[in-house]
């Protein structure tokens, strides 16, 4: 085909792109819009604003638009005419208003590879019946009687192989113990055995297509975590052809207490709303949490006080349990990590895993005197809010004490309006209808994966490694760190094979001959 005849063949498609893009510019003009740029035709914004930058600020094209425009702009963002809000009133106003103003509206790409029933994408009554499910299932009884437990036996299997002086990917590590827990707590399977392992390679490759752009050519990550996709929810479909066969036959199954068990049992779920319910609570359930947990460790080397303080806690705890001739954590001692909650919630405030939200526009919408048009889409930036100064002092600094004082102002009618305005405003897991339904449970990951790991290692920097946004949160390096054993304590590691024994509720043989090499190496003299 000649130039020419290229001309001809493109110009209606060029012109029919163009007259919508101006008539798009003239509907703008009816409402009083917010100031702002809609960047090139059809491209918008989008590159710009995903560019990386560093994950404790909100990015220059962040700090140039609210500089420009103010917290409330326009722009045009994933190929659509977009408000950004990085106002902590206006923020908070979409998320109270789901479902009635604003809904859940991700790009096609994320529920083409979540699938279709995921709880990311559904809204409404759909949305909210998923929801339920999990909230049963997360609920706070089970953390109490279930989760705890696991979580800490878990833990215990990662720490347990980190060898003397050895240098590792902190990140990895965080991401092999929540793969594990989720692995356990969904569908039953045992860390280190081979199915396990197998489903954990599809997985990382799944999510390498997760957070790549989305093109459905031969060779990139999109695609293969395609096929990666299709050959998880097989293998979670064997699980739950087995587990309906042995319901059928009237056998009884400890498996059945884990979340597919649980599904299987309880709710009028077809095959396909399972699948991908499970495939993403595991992609939920994972990803955010060892994000969290990577950036607790590199924030905390960073910080001497802080970790200082958290020994001082967790040692109290620890003698407290020896006194009482107990071992294993309970859900009094996770009441008593007051400090460690400080730490948690200043993790998260700063290193902002989740940074902004999809939302989209239900009918026209006021405020404070600007117009949203319905259906266009918001995008309430979580991050922004947690960086603002008028709201968190000194937002750039790893602060856990802030929280602290914001407890302490509750009581004290002099600061409780600044401590409630910045608590009000504090969102790492959402909020309104879709607030998160494992955020309880991320939370108690964090604080005992920070208990054991503050009572029993130093650790520091191997090499070079901060959190960028990509948007989605990483270390480049995989944030590698040395560790040295803290001189023995009755806490764990004198007791360490026999606690993982009791957690795992199996034999010590049974446990990954890795670890138990390791756990020998703990327990010898000297």
Same mark, same amino acid.
């Given at each position: @085909?000649?130039?020419?005849?290229?001309?001809?063949?493109?110009?209606?498609?060029?012109?029919?792109?163009?007259?919508?893009?101006?008539? $798009?510019?003239?509907?703008?003009?009816?409402?009083?819009?917010? *100031?702002?740029? $809609?960047?090139?035709?059809?491209?918008?914004?989008?590159?710009?604003?995903? %560019?990386?930058?560093?994950?404790? =600020?909100?990015?220059?094209?962040?700090?140039?638009?609210?500089?420009?425009?103010?917290?409330?702009?326009?722009?045009?963002?994933?190929?659509?005419?977009?408000?950004?809000?990085?106002?902590?009133?206006?923020?908070?106003?979409?998320?109270?208003?789901?479902?009635?103003?604003?809904?859940?509206?991700? *790009?096609?790409?994320?529920?083409?590879?979540?699938?279709?029933?995921?709880?990311?994408?559904?809204?409404?009554? @759909?949305?909210?019946?998923?929801?339920?499910?999990?909230?049963?299932?997360?609920?706070?009884?089970?953390?109490?009687?279930?989760?705890?437990?696991?979580?800490?036996?878990? !833990?215990?299997?990662?720490?347990?192989?980190?060898?003397?002086?050895?240098?590792?990917?902190?990140?990895?590590?965080?991401?092999?113990?929540?793969?594990?827990? $989720?692995?356990?707590?969904?569908?039953?399977?045992?860390?280190?055995?081979?199915?396990?392992?197998?489903?954990?390679?599809?997985?990382?490759?799944? @999510?390498?297509?997760?957070?790549?752009?989305?093109?459905?050519? +031969?060779?990139?990550?999109?695609?293969?975590?395609?096929?990666?996709?299709?050959?998880?929810?097989?293998?979670?479909?064997?699980?739950?052809?087995?587990?309906?066969?042995? $319901?059928?036959?009237?056998?009884?199954?400890?498996?059945?207490?884990?979340?597919?068990?649980?599904?299987?049992?309880? =709710?009028?779920?077809?095959?396909?709303?399972?699948?991908?319910?499970?495939?993403?609570?595991?992609?939920?359930?994972?990803?955010?949490?060892?994000?969290?947990?990577?950036?607790?460790?590199?924030?905390?080397?960073?910080? +001497?006080?802080?970790?200082?303080?958290?020994?001082?806690?967790?040692?109290?705890?620890?003698?407290? %349990?020896?006194?009482?001739?107990?071992?294993?954590?309970?859900? #009094?001692?996770?009441?008593? @990590?007051?400090? !460690?909650?400080?730490?948690?919630?200043?993790?998260?405030?700063?290193?902002?895993?989740?940074?902004?939200?999809?939302?989209?526009?239900?009918?026209?919408?006021?405020?404070?005197?600007? #117009?949203?048009?319905?259906?266009?889409?918001?995008? +309430?930036?979580?991050?922004?809010?947690?960086?603002?100064?008028?709201?968190?002092?000194?937002?750039?600094?790893?602060?856990?004490?802030?929280?602290?004082?914001?407890?302490?102002?509750?009581? #004290?009618?002099?600061?409780?309006?600044?401590?409630?305005?910045?608590?009000?405003?504090?969102?790492?897991?959402?909020?309104?209808?879709?607030?998160?339904?494992?955020?309880?449970?991320?939370?108690?990951?964090?604080?005992?994966?920070?208990?054991?790991?503050?009572?029993?290692?130093?650790?520091?920097?191997?090499?070079?490694?901060?959190?960028?946004?990509?948007?989605?949160?990483?270390?480049? %390096?995989?944030?590698?760190?040395?560790?040295?054993?803290? +001189?023995?304590?009755?806490? !764990?590691?004198?007791?360490?094979?026999?606690?993982?024994?009791?957690?795992?509720?199996?034999?010590?043989?049974?446990?990954?001959?890795?670890?138990?090499?390791?756990? #020998?190496?703990?327990?010898?003299?000297?």
């Amino acid at each position: @085909m000649s130039q020419s005849e290229l001309v001809v063949f493109l110009l209606p498609s060029i012109l029919s792109l163009l007259l919508l893009f101006i008539l $798009m510019q003239r509907k703008q003009t009816r409402f009083n819009l917010p *100031p702002g740029n $809609m960047g090139w035709p059809f491209l918008g914004e989008t590159f710009g604003y995903l %560019k990386p930058y560093s994950a404790t =600020s909100i990015g220059q094209f962040m700090e140039e638009h609210i500089s420009r425009y103010g917290k409330i702009y326009r722009s045009s963002l994933f190929g659509e005419p977009t408000i950004v809000s990085a106002d902590a009133g206006l923020n908070r106003f979409i998320l109270q208003n789901e479902g009635r103003l604003f809904e859940c509206s991700y *790009p096609k790409s994320i529920g083409g590879i979540l699938g279709k029933w995921s709880m990311l994408v559904l809204v409404g009554d @759909m949305h909210r019946d998923m929801r339920v499910i999990s909230l049963n299932f997360l609920s706070h009884a089970r953390l109490r009687t279930h989760l705890m437990k696991e979580v800490e036996s878990q !833990t215990l299997l990662v720490l347990s192989s980190w060898k003397e002086n050895c240098t590792f990917s902190a990140q990895d590590e965080a991401k092999k113990f929540t793969f594990n827990l $989720m692995a356990k707590h969904i569908m039953s399977l045992d860390p280190g055995k081979p199915e396990t392992e197998q489903l954990k390679k599809e997985y990382v490759t799944f @999510m390498k297509g997760v957070v790549s752009a989305p093109l459905n050519l +031969p060779g990139t990550p999109y695609r293969k975590a395609l096929k990666s996709r299709s050959i998880i929810l097989k293998f979670i479909e064997q699980k739950m052809e087995g587990r309906i066969a042995k $319901m059928k036959g009237g056998v009884e199954n400890l498996e059945d207490d884990d979340l597919l068990g649980w599904v299987l049992k309880h =709710s009028n779920l077809s095959t396909e709303q399972i699948l991908d319910l499970i495939l993403s609570l595991l992609f939920a359930g994972h990803e955010t949490s060892s994000v969290s947990i990577a950036l607790a460790i590199y924030f905390l080397q960073a910080c +001497p006080g802080s970790i200082q303080q958290l020994k001082e806690e967790h040692i109290q705890i620890s003698r407290a %349990k020896k006194l009482a001739g107990e071992t294993e954590l309970n859900w #009094d001692d996770y009441r008593k @990590m007051e400090f !460690t909650q400080c730490v948690i919630s200043e993790t998260l405030r700063l290193g902002n895993v989740v940074r902004f939200l999809h939302r989209k526009a239900l009918k026209d919408v006021r405020y404070k005197g600007y #117009d949203i048009p319905c259906g266009w889409k918001v995008l +309430p930036v979580i991050s922004a809010v947690h960086l603002d100064s008028t709201l968190f002092d000194q937002p750039q600094h790893f602060n856990p004490w802030r929280w602290q004082q914001c407890n302490n102002a509750r009581g #004290d009618s002099a600061s409780s309006s600044a401590a409630t305005t910045s608590s009000n405003y504090f969102m790492p897991f959402g909020g309104g209808p879709r607030l998160c339904a494992g955020s309880e449970l991320a939370k108690l990951e964090m604080a005992v994966f920070i208990h054991h790991l503050v009572l029993n290692f130093h650790w520091e920097l191997a090499d070079s490694d901060q959190a960028f946004a990509f948007p989605f949160v990483d270390f480049p %390096k995989g944030l590698p760190i040395r560790v040295k054993h803290h +001189p023995h304590t009755s806490s !764990t590691v004198g007791l360490l094979q026999r606690r993982i024994v009791n957690l795992c509720g199996s034999r010590f043989d049974d446990i990954p001959a890795d670890i138990r090499e390791q756990i #020998d190496q703990w327990d010898a003299p000297g």
